[in-house]
């Protein structure tokens, strides 16, 4: 009778014991080999090779990373992947991580701080080497917890103790060079929408106009300043109450550009004219800024390098702590500030 063969063994099916049958060795000397540990004769070596190469093995990460402690992948956590600044930071650091020969893991939280804690929880679980925590919403107690149960963590526009390696944008210099720029143009009665009440981003700029303000000996009343969204309607929403409830405002400083693409709606329906009645300065400079009419003065903020920089913060802190091949030198524990640009448009000339 014929023998009927077996259907091949896809390659990720493929066992370590797979390729120890197939050599005529144990199995610990295959994992010696792929794990490029010595006591194994450079003919066996050569043997096992083929063998791996013939097969189609591939080791399990998993298995992998509970031998070597390293999986080779990272967590990315953003508050709003839908928010153009998010997605050009996260472009940043998965172009960094891929060139070092590592996989990301993203994770949204939708500016919801236990979703934020479920994810990081998740990505505990999976073993990542390292995380790269963008603007978290954690309070000061959740997120020295969350950052002590990594290895290896950087935060982005979040400072947490003075040993964990953090890239921020000097946000007081850009709330400074906003309302500089408005005084000198004139104006006086300048408005404040001023992004999440949790948002560290936020106060950093909501303190640079404080200085700008007080420097100039001018008036800040507290109705001028109106928290928000980051989003384009809760920023329509924010400059309505704003400008309807203070009629003698002349600009608005926005927290993003989105918040400020919403307060130009919110002035097309009042019918007061940008920047005739109201000049308008937005931050972080995303493209949709300079398409919308009027194009809109912001400060310009390089979010693929606020990426780029704590990626590689972050591997430096892998390294480290001997998660990757090759010790590093030691890690860098200091805060990296990016200075912002004021880019000059048409909403507030």
Request: a neutral charge.
């Amino acid at each position: 009778m014929a023998r009927v063969s077996e259907p091949a063994r896809p390659p990720d099916r493929i066992t370590i014991a797979d390729v120890a049958r197939e050599v005529g060795v144990s199995m610990m000397t295959v994992s010696r080999v792929i794990n490029g540990r010595g006591d194994v004769s450079a003919a066996t070596r050569q043997r096992v090779l083929e063998a791996v190469e013939r097969l189609g093995y591939r080791p399990s990460s998993i298995a992998r990373g509970l031998a070597t402690r390293h999986t080779g992948t990272l967590g990315l956590v953003v508050p709003d992947i839908a928010n153009p600044f998010f997605a050009e930071v996260a472009r940043g650091v998965e172009e960094g991580a891929y060139s070092q020969g590592y996989n990301v893991f993203l994770c949204n939280t939708d500016e919801d701080p236990a979703r934020e804690l479920d994810v990081l929880g998740s990505l505990e679980e999976k073993r990542v080497d390292g995380v790269v925590l963008c603007s978290s919403r954690l309070s000061d107690e959740d997120l020295q917890m969350a950052v002590d149960a990594y290895p290896a963590v950087v935060l982005v526009n979040r400072r947490a103790g003075q040993h964990v390696a953090t890239v921020v944008v000097d946000d007081v210099l850009g709330g400074r060079l906003a309302t500089g720029h408005l005084i000198a143009r004139g104006h006086r009665a300048i408005g404040f929408l001023s992004g999440p009440q949790g948002s560290h981003s936020g106060q950093g700029r909501l303190e640079g106009y404080a200085i700008e303000m007080a420097s100039a000996r001018l008036r800040r009343e507290t109705r001028w300043i109106e928290p928000c969204g980051p989003t384009a309607e809760q920023g329509r929403l924010a400059a309505l109450r704003l400008l309807r409830g203070s009629g003698e405002l002349t600009a608005l400083i926005c927290y993003n550009d989105l918040v400020a693409v919403g307060a130009l709606h919110a002035c097309r329906e009042l019918g007061r004219n940008v920047p005739g009645s109201v000049a308008i300065v937005g931050f972080d400079d995303i493209p949709v800024a300079a398409l919308v009419t009027p194009a809109l003065t912001t400060c310009r903020v390089s979010r693929h390098e606020l990426g780029a920089r704590a990626v590689g913060l972050l591997l430096e802190r892998v390294r480290r702590e001997g998660y990757a091949a090759g010790e590093g030198e030691g890690a860098s524990t200091a805060v990296v500030a990016l200075e912002p640009e004021l880019v000059v448009r048409a909403s507030a000339p």
